[in-house]
């Protein structure tokens, strides 16, 4: 299962990379002492807006704004916002499983890009 998580998550951060401005939070791009199904991205305020999250969701895909220590929370996760003081950027936390296939990321990715602003 690790093996094919890592496998999967390779596969989404060199697809990522190629978002301009796109950063990731707290080494969440590496495999290696890190967890293999989560990744934990920034998208620049310039670029994307708040409505990235609920236009992913109604194109049925399921990832979770800021980190897993505000789930729930009214305010932003404070390690988030200790990463990024000026709040500039939209984080979102993206998980899969041993089940997530290429073409779900590849999808991800699309609508993920075409949320960007023209």
Do not use: W
Request: aromatic letters at 8%.
């Amino acid at each position: 299962v690790e093996l094919k998580n890592t496998e999967l998550k390779n596969y989404l951060v060199q697809k990522l990379k190629s978002i301009d401005g796109l950063t990731f939070n707290g080494g969440s791009e590496n495999t290696k002492g890190y967890l293999p199904s989560l990744v934990n991205i920034s998208l620049p305020r310039k670029s994307f807006n708040e409505m990235t999250l609920f236009t992913l969701d109604l194109n049925g895909i399921a990832v979770s704004g800021g980190s897993a220590c505000s789930s729930g929370a009214i305010k932003g996760s404070h390690v988030l916002n200790y990463i990024d003081e000026g709040n500039e950027n939209i984080a979102l936390r993206i998980s899969f499983s041993k089940y997530t296939t290429i073409e779900e990321l590849d999808y991800f990715i699309d609508e993920l890009v075409s949320c960007q602003k023209t």
